[in-house]
């Protein structure tokens, strides 16, 4: 069994006939009940639910104090290698574009982790470009291994794998996967991904599966808005996550929403995601998902990012750089996309405590 099965069911659905059909006393319904069904998600997504935004809001908010407290907790990405061998094309390191590309090595991790924990970061996102010849599990082995010398908490978020080499990782103190569809819509995935193995569809779409069988305690998904239908999108993503919360039990899911920044490509997309529609969509998670967590990036502005913490955000990236080297200037390298939030991480800090919010570098342990 594998979610494509819940795809497929829907692709026969008539969503503009229900969202026509769709009142708003039916929205005000989802937005009161204790447990969400589909619909109701699906509801909360409309366009006609824009207009109870505000108690959304509020319901969204008790929730979320509820379950997780008044807490954002924080990460950092790296990269360690902008190499790739495949072709999206929404993607400034697509292995077509002509730009500076950088592979760390070994001691240059290091000087890198080295850099980042002195901001107090203790939660790393590992990243790198697609490239197994250059980049395979021996050399991410040796990478966290590297890493967990200095952080608490290493996710990656690299090519897909086997469950047994997410064992492997597993193994050495990986705790987390993060691996987004980008898009769940088959037609669009196969025009956005001209060649390189992922442009197979099914084996990105069961990876989050492989990591939670691997026994990883974190695995946070997402679709990449810009790339397809948004409330398609964001249904299929939601559905996605309470699909695989529901079917394993030992590990916790949580849901992004990066929305296509500019890159090297320069892909112009087709489906704008605009602020309006991006808490809408956070609230109807938050209010679908209760014990998911909602991941905010560097993709979006400062301002725009504290106006989400109490909206039912849960984690939050800071004084992120999209290039591989750059915390401790390895040389030049050309970044993955622009990030909009500049801040440092204890700007960051600052301004969600001046929310009325904690911050958090560290709510568990890891025993191996
Ligand atoms: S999205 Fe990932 S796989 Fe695609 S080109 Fe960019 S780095 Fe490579």
């Not at 109701?40 to 997780?68: I, Y």
């Not at 794998?161 to 037609?187: A, C, F, P």
């Not at 087709?270 to 809408?280: E, N």
């Not at 998670?285 to 955000?313: C, H, M, Q, W």
Request: hydrophobic residues 35%.
């Amino acid at each position: 069994m594998s979610f494509y099965k819940e795809i497929e069911k829907f692709k026969g659905f008539d969503l503009e006939k229900y969202m026509e059909e769709l009142t708003h006393e039916e929205i005000k319904k989802s937005i009161g009940r204790e447990k969400l069904t589909k619909f109701d998600f699906l509801n909360l997504l409309s366009p006609k639910a824009k207009d109870h935004l505000e108690e959304m809001a509020r319901a969204a908010q008790r929730r979320s104090v509820q379950q997780f407290g008044k807490v954002i907790s924080l990460y950092i990405p790296m990269y360690i290698s902008n190499y790739c061998t495949n072709e999206c094309t929404y993607c400034g390191f697509n292995k077509n574009n002509k730009i500076d590309r950088k592979h760390l090595k070994l001691d240059e991790i290091e000087t890198e982790a080295v850099e980042i924990a002195k901001t107090g970061i203790r939660h790393i996102l590992l990243l790198t470009g697609e490239a197994e010849g250059l980049v395979g599990v021996d050399y991410i082995e040796d990478a966290v291994k590297i890493l967990k010398k200095h952080f608490d908490s290493v996710v990656v978020e690299i090519y897909p794998l086997e469950t047994e080499e997410y064992k492997r990782l597993g193994e050495i103190g990986v705790d987390g996967l993060t691996i987004y569809q980008e898009v769940y819509d088959e037609k669009i995935y196969r025009s956005v991904h001209l060649g390189g193995k992922k442009s197979d569809y099914m084996w990105r779409l069961d990876t989050p599966e492989r990591g939670a069988r691997a026994g990883l305690r974190s695995i946070n998904i997402g679709t990449l808005f810009g790339l397809g239908d948004l409330v398609k999108e964001a249904y299929l993503s939601g559905l996605h996550a309470e699909y695989l919360t529901d079917k394993y039990l030992n590990s916790e899911f949580s849901i992004s929403l990066p929305r296509i920044n500019e890159a090297e490509g320069g892909y112009k997309s087709k489906y704008i995601l605009d602020d309006a529609s991006f808490v809408q969509f956070v609230l109807a998670y938050r209010l679908f998902l209760p014990k998911a967590g909602i991941n905010i990036s560097t993709r979006e502005v400062a301002e725009f990012r504290d106006n989400l913490i109490g909206l039912g955000v849960t984690k939050f990236s800071a004084g992120s750089k999209t290039n591989v080297g750059a915390y401790s200037d390895l040389g030049k390298s050309t970044p993955q996309f622009e990030i909009s939030d500049n801040r440092s991480v204890a700007e960051t800090e600052k301004a969600i405590r001046a929310r009325g919010y904690q911050v958090i570098h560290k709510d568990w342990e890891l025993i191996v």
